[in-house]
């Protein structure tokens, strides 16, 4: 497991740098003061939860109807429909778009999906510029690096690290004042939303009984992406689809207030076409791109189709112990984190492989999650099958604690043995015990208290 | 196999192969049902929880009890914030000759959009220092605008300019999102494009620090007019 190695590298830098954690714990504790201030103000919140949770659930079960449906309604308005079983496929399809259309400059809303499938080295070979213009994106995008959280793709950075990398890049005087460098990206922005040929963009909900495709953002910069350039391109997984319009408010009464602790995103994008006849403004040409890339596996599999529930709102990585100490790029894969843990394996194969061990299984991502995804059970589900094919050599340790478990399962049977064996462990104990704690061990007992103290057994206990 | 029957092929496999798997039907969600128009006297509860809610986000919320007097406050905030040209959307509910007159009377060049902006429309825009636009609903919950647009209603109006001026009737204002998908409905959705606005343009991108107005408009002045069939009396 080329990957786990990798990852244990990269992760165990990554907790060297106590700069790093001091970025990520503001940032991640922004976030949870904020959630809970909005679920406190929202007392449905639980419920909506639940019924975003079984619309999902039911959307999922009738994928292939409902994208047929979407298809449908978005050709009736002039629409073009692409269908990618692939990443090269998706790329090439936009990449040959943008050809036809003798585009040169290309703004992009923030889109995963995107960054999934390589867009912008695809992009720029053919020799269009792609600009991305969400804020963090552009950040990330300036220092040539990914994005190393969903939501906000510069999290690893610091103001002054902008700031440097704006003086740089920008020529202006530095500065660390967020204010500041905002209004330097939007000048610069600016220029280019006007002068670009192409939007692009990605998709929160795509609806199929209306066939409107809902972008959510704050900045404005996804409704300059999907209005302002002549030809506009929306690209999405096939998981995206809902079924109704009434469906649509549960979603956004959960997703911002999930994401970032927002009550509603500044800025949610309803789009059903291009321009009409009359209209003094939107693009002329619209595309749907829908990817499968390894979807169409999970749908399969009983116990990873809950995976395509995931709303990408982002909340499982900043409730992630391990992504907490080590940031998005220490994992490698377009998607960080606990969500990036299961489905990375599926979307990239075995370059992912390592991805479901990193993880404590603590089940904060379940508990934050906005459609309740159980996702402890899937990675655990992963390990499995990463194991299953391989004759597993047992470490020397390993195969003590599993003994150890036989011997505990079996003296549980019996309530007498138990207690004998709870008054036997408080009676060999107590000489090293001090006020219900024993700090020091013996060999071969020691590896836990090396590093932390152990609870002394109560005298009694069943 | 064209890629588009390759994919739904592989989906209609993957479902029928977990088909010894229950599979939830599809059952329509419970939207909250809310009476279209509120009733009179909740009506100034929602709208002083829409003020409420979008003055939380930065927003400006000025009330007005006439047309006169929502016209009178536009062109003072206009001259407040030096506002030298405007682009007016076409069909406002405020009676068009008092309008112009009064922004007029401070020196402000209007542009009727998207009538007089017809070539080159994003550049003529990009040029304005503010943009009027009428919203269809507010959301009480959220203190959320919904802007439709149509012919008569640019899409960019009211986000290529840097201050952004919204009307929007007193009884248009509706307590949560749902109510509002449910009056606006999927046919006039399928017809023309929607944006939800709540609060000016925002980013947290730089160490979560909150900062205004990125892309889209850094001011948003949301002027609340009386409902409609009291304002088309007066003015």
């Known amino acids: 497991m080329a990957g786990f190695v990798d990852f244990s590298h990269a992760a165990e830098q990554a907790s060297r740098d106590p700069e790093l954690r001091r970025k990520l714990e503001n940032a991640t504790g922004h976030h949870f003061a904020n959630l809970a201030a909005v679920k406190a103000e929202f007392p449905p919140y639980e419920a909506e939860r639940d019924t975003s949770r079984q619309i999902k659930q039911a959307a999922i079960a009738h994928l292939d109807e409902l994208l047929a449906e979407l298809k449908a309604k978005l050709e009736a308005r002039g629409v073009k429909v692409f269908f990618a079983p692939d990443c090269a496929s998706a790329r090439q399809y936009i990449v040959e778009v943008a050809k036809q259309k003798g585009v040169r400059r290309v703004v992009k809303g923030k889109s995963m999906t995107t960054e999934e499938i390589e867009l912008n080295p695809a992009l720029e070979e053919a020799g269009i510029e792609a600009v991305e213009t969400d804020l963090g994106e552009y950040i990330v995008q300036l220092r040539h690096e990914k994005p190393s959280h969903i939501i906000t793709p510069a999290i690893h950075l610091s103001k002054e690290d902008i700031g440097q990398l704006f003086a740089d890049k920008l020529q202006i005087p530095y500065t660390s004042d967020p204010t500041v460098l905002t209004a330097a990206a939007r000048l610069t922005l600016r220029d280019k939303f006007l002068s670009a040929q192409m939007g692009i963009s990605g998709v929160n909900f795509a609806v199929a009984e209306t066939g409107t495709l809902v972008v959510v953002e704050n900045e404005g910069n996804g409704r300059f992406c999907t209005t302002v350039p002549e030809t506009y391109v929306a690209v999405m997984g096939i998981e995206k689809v809902i079924p109704k319009l009434a469906d649509l408010s549960h979603f956004l009464e959960v997703l911002a207030r999930t994401a970032t602790g927002q009550k ?87 370059a992912a492989a390592h991805l479901p061990f990193a993880s404590t299984l603590c089940g904060a991502c379940r508990e934050i999650c906005p459609v309740k995804i159980d996702i402890p059970r899937i990675l655990l589900y992963l390990r499995w099958k990463a194991d299953k094919g391989r004759q597993v050599a047992w470490s020397a340790s390993a195969r003590r604690v599993r003994a150890g478990a036989r011997w505990f399962a079996w003296a549980a049977r019996y309530p007498w043995i138990a207690r004998a064996g709870g008054w036997m462990a408080a009676w060999l104990v107590k000489p090293i015990a001090h006020a219900g704690w024993v700090r020091r061990m013996p060999p071969p007992f020691n590896s836990w208290t090396k590093v932390r103290d152990f609870p002394a057994p109560g005298q009694g206990q069943d | 196999m064209d890629p588009t029957t390759q994919v739904l092929e592989r989906l209609r496999q993957a479902l029928s192969s977990t088909n010894g798997v229950a599979q939830p039907a599809h059952q329509p969600a419970p939207i909250e049902s809310t009476p279209v128009a509120a009733p009179v006297a909740d009506r100034a509860a929602l709208q002083a929880q829409f003020a409420k809610e979008l003055r939380a986000l930065s927003a400006h919320v000025i009330e007005t009890a006439s047309d006169r007097e929502a016209v009178a406050t536009l062109a003072d905030l206009a001259g407040k914030l030096g506002v030298r040209s405007i682009g007016v959307g076409a069909d406002l509910s405020l009676a068009a000759p008092e309008l112009e007159a009064a922004l007029r009377s401070i020196g402000c060049e209007i542009s009727w959009v998207p009538r007089q902006a017809a070539e080159n429309f994003t550049h003529r825009l990009a040029e304005l220092d503010a943009g009027l636009v009428e919203a269809e609903h507010g959301i009480a919950l959220t203190g959320t605008l919904a802007m439709l647009a149509s012919p008569g209603r640019a899409r960019s109006l009211s986000l290529i300019p840097k201050v952004s001026f919204v009307l929007l009737r007193a009884d248009r204002i509706l307590p949560n999102l749902a109510a509002v998908l449910n009056t606006i409905g999927p046919a006039r959705l399928e017809a023309y494009p929607m944006v939800l606005v709540t609060g000016p343009s925002r980013t947290g991108d730089i160490e979560k620090r909150l900062v205004l107005g990125v892309h889209g408009p850094t001011a948003l002045y949301v002027i609340v007019l009386p409902p409609s069939t009291s304002g088309a009396h007066e003015s």
């Open chain 1, 264 to 350: 509603l995103s500044a800025y949610t994008n309803f789009i059903s076409g291009p321009r009409r006849p009359g209209e003094a403004d939107g693009p002329a040409e619209m595309h749907l791109v829908i990817l499968d890339n390894g979807r169409s596996a999970m749908l399969a599999d009983p116990v990873l189709r809950e995976a395509l529930y995931c709303l990408r709102c982002g909340a499982c990585l900043n409730a992630c112990p391990v992504y907490r100490h080590i940031g998005g790029h220490a994992y490698g894969s377009t998607y960080p984190g606990p969500i990036g843990s299961i489905v990375s394996p599926n979307l990239v194969g075995n």
